[in-house]
């Protein structure tokens, strides 16, 4: 069995939390993990049907992680053109 480690952030308030890129690269190595299964006897449909799932999942992790990074991206840009007191077309 493989042991796999990651970093947790703890928040004052009790939660802890695993940071996104972390969490998506982990599920990508499970699923390179199980690729052997199938040779150690593992049923082929199944292993598959799992990876898929893994990958979907961090597939949906990296794309919302993409989408805030775009949002605050845009909200600082526009933070930024509001500061020198006006738009640069007008």
């Known amino acids: 069995m493989a042991s796999?480690?990651?970093?947790?952030v703890w928040?004052?308030?009790g939660q802890v939390l695993v940071p996104a890129s972390v969490l998506s690269r982990m599920l990508r190595e499970i699923d390179d993990q199980l690729s052997g299964w199938p040779g150690?006897?593992?049923d082929q449909s199944t292993v598959e049907?799992?990876?898929?799932?893994?990958?979907?999942?961090a597939d949906q992790i990296d794309v919302d992680c993409i989408a805030?990074?775009?949002?605050?991206?845009?909200?600082?840009?526009d933070d930024a053109?509001?500061?020198g007191?006006?738009?640069a077309r007008s």
Request: aromatic share 2%; net charge negative; glycine share 20%.
């Open 4 to 8: 796999i480690s990651f970093p947790l």
């Open 11 to 13: 928040r004052g308030d």
């Open 40 to 42: 150690q006897g593992a």
């Open 49 to 57: 049907a799992v990876r898929t799932l893994l990958n979907e999942v």
């Open 68 to 77: 805030v990074a775009s949002e605050l991206e845009d909200g600082i840009g």
């Open 81 to 83: 053109a509001g500061e």
């Open 85 to 87: 007191g006006g738009d």
